[in-house]
């Protein structure tokens, strides 16, 4: 018996050591945690697929090539995790549907949590709410709730996770009439960086205040409850139009903008160049009913297009005819301005802006440039006092701008970083110049913002009292070992 152990010790030593000179990818860290969590989750290492779906963002310059990737099943799971990697010191990511825009701010060389495992969704129609769970994609959120003809106020293209969207605002096709999802959370599940798990609801005035805007700063969060609303069919699409028709379509969204007061109504106009296929504009129509009302995007729809998909149709199919995968796995940058008003004289600067840099970085190893201006109504997110860590103020609407680049080369990142950069600028102190005063001192929106944005940008005079809470809710600074905008 003594001797059959010893032989089994011996042989499992022999093996050990052939595992060690195949060099199989291993970590001390990963191993901790494999030992240390339940069946529910598991670690990937690279060269399985698990591994590079885990490492994955629709931005490749926002992936990095992690140690292992983690996929916690559990709320408690995820604790034990956060205790291991505090105490080693460990880098770690934080990854749900990987839309980041900025590197490192969902990706890390060390640890890459990943939540794809927290992926139901439960309707509570006596609530009028439904339990997300943070590893979710929009789109399936929105189908899984179809079946109960209700819907939440989440994200306006295909692909777009729920966990990053709704920590940083996130602005809806419905956030005319709901206000940001954000305004729509009722409860969050969360574990803390200590790794206890608790849900946040609004008598935890701090931090249910902090979690609307603050993104990883003070944990991690399992699961958002959110508000449902009814969903009927919805009427729109996406218009493909020449750019030589980009007057009508500046003339038509400054109409808009300026003119429609009907909240279900929504739109937004893009000016897009793609390299090999030339400038075009992109019209995204949305009204929240089978037919929108007679006259309010006439001066869209009598715009001669190459092609136009707007119709009655499902509110998953509206959100999924928006061709947003043009770009996958390409570099990538967004920026943004929070515009006061969509004027034709800023729309003006907007269009020479997307002349000037589609011309010179389609030229490089650019592949798309893309603005696309998104206006709201000016009540979109109520008069109230803030009530968020984003956005700061709660008087008119920030209209966010965005801009988009993406290219291929690594070795132009910088070139391409500098260009999104002086093209806000200009755009800003056009806005500035033509009256539009706010946008000196208008917060800008973090899921926009580029990653060298200053904190006081984007918090505004938020960023003193998030600093308190941080500094409260994580005395290690655990959090800290993750990427993003950092308390
Ligand atoms: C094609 C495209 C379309 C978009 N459309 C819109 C739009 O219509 N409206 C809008 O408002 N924004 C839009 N955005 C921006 C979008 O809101 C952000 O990219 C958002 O952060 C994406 O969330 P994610 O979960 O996919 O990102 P991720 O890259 O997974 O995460 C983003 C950030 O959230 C943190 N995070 C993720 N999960 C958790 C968690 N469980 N707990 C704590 N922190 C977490 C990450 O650490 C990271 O800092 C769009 C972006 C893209 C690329
Ligand atoms: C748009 O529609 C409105 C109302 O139907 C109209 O008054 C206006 O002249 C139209 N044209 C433009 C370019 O906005
Ligand atoms: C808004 O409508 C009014 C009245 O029809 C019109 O005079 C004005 O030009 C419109 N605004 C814009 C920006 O088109
Ligand atoms: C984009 O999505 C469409 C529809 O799902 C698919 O056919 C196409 O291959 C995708 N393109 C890329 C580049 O991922």
């Known amino acids: 018996m003594l001797q059959a152990l010893s032989r089994f010790a011996a042989l ?8 060690a000179n195949l060099n199989l990818p291993s970590d001390p860290v990963c191993e901790d945690i ?10 990937f290492y690279p060269g399985t697929l698990e591994y590079s779906k885990g490492v994955f963002h629709y931005i490749s ?12 099943g559990t709320a408690a799971d995820v604790g034990v995790i956060l205790g291991i990697l505090g105490q080693t010191k460990t880098k770690f990511g934080v990854k749900g549907g990987g839309h ?3 590197p ?23 609530s009028q709410t439904a339990e997300i769970g943070a590893g979710l994609i929009w789109d399936d959120v929105y189908a899984a709730l179809e079946p ?14 729920v966990a990053g969207f709704t920590l940083g605002g996130g602005y809806s096709w419905k956030s005319n009439q ?29 931090l249910f205040f902090a979690l609307k805007g603050g993104f990883n700063n003070f944990g991690i969060v399992t699961k958002f409850t959110l508000k449902t609303f009814p969903q009927t069919q919805v009427w729109g699409g996406v218009m493909t139009i020449p750019f030589t028709e980009h007057s009508k379509v500046s003339a038509a969204t400054a109409n808009f903008a300026a003119n429609v007061t009907d909240p279900k109504a929504s739109i937004i106009t893009t000016f897009n160049a793609v390299a090999g296929v030339g400038q075009i504009a992109e019209m995204l129509l949305f009204y929240d009913a089978p037919t929108p009302p007679d006259g309010i995007f006439n001066n869209f729809t009598s715009i001669p297009a190459l092609q136009t998909d707007v119709k009655t149709r499902s509110f998953i199919s509206l959100v999924q005819a928006s061709p947003s995968n043009v770009t996958t796995g390409q570099r990538g940058r967004f920026n943004t301005v929070s515009l006061q008003e969509i004027t034709p004289q800023i729309l003006d600067v907007i269009t020479d802006e997307f002349l000037a840099k589609s011309t010179s970085l389609l030229l490089g190893t650019g592949t798309f440039v893309s603005y696309d201006i998104e206006p709201f109504l000016s009540s979109a997110y109520g008069q109230s006092a803030s009530t968020s860590a984003y956005p700061s103020t709660r008087g008119s609407t920030i209209l966010p701008l965005n801009l988009y680049f993406a290219w291929l080369l690594p070795t132009s990142d910088s070139v391409f970083h500098d260009a999104i950069k002086e093209s806000a600028s200009t755009i800003a102190a056009a806005a500035i110049t033509q009256g539009q005063n706010a946008v000196s001192s208008n917060v800008v929106y973090p899921n926009y913002a580029t990653w060298d944005t200053p904190l006081e940008k984007v918090y505004g005079a938020n960023l003193p009292r998030l600093e308190a809470i941080k500094a409260s809710v994580d005395p290690q600074n655990i959090m800290g070992l993750a990427g993003g905008f950092k308390f």
């Not at 030992?35 to 598991?42: C, K, L, M, N, R």
């Open 12 to 19: 499992s030593l022999l093996l050990s050591r052939a595992a």
């Open 34 to 43: 494999k030992d240390a969590v339940s069946t529910s989750s598991a670690v």
């Open 61 to 72: 310059s926002s992936s990095d090539s992690s140690n292992c990737v983690v996929e916690p």
């Open 100 to 102: 980041a825009s900025n």
């Open 104 to 126: 490192g701010f969902s990706s890390t060389p060390g640890v890459q949590i990943y939540m794809g495992r927290f992926s139901s969704v439960v309707y509570n129609q006596a």
């Open 148 to 161: 109960h003809g209700v819907n939440v106020v989440g994200g306006r293209v295909s692909g777009v996770g």
């Open 178 to 206: 709901y206000g940001l999802t954000i305004d729509t959370v009722t409860a969050y599940e969360l574990v803390k960086p200590d790794g206890t798990v608790t849900t946040v609801t609004p008598s935890d005035e701090d």
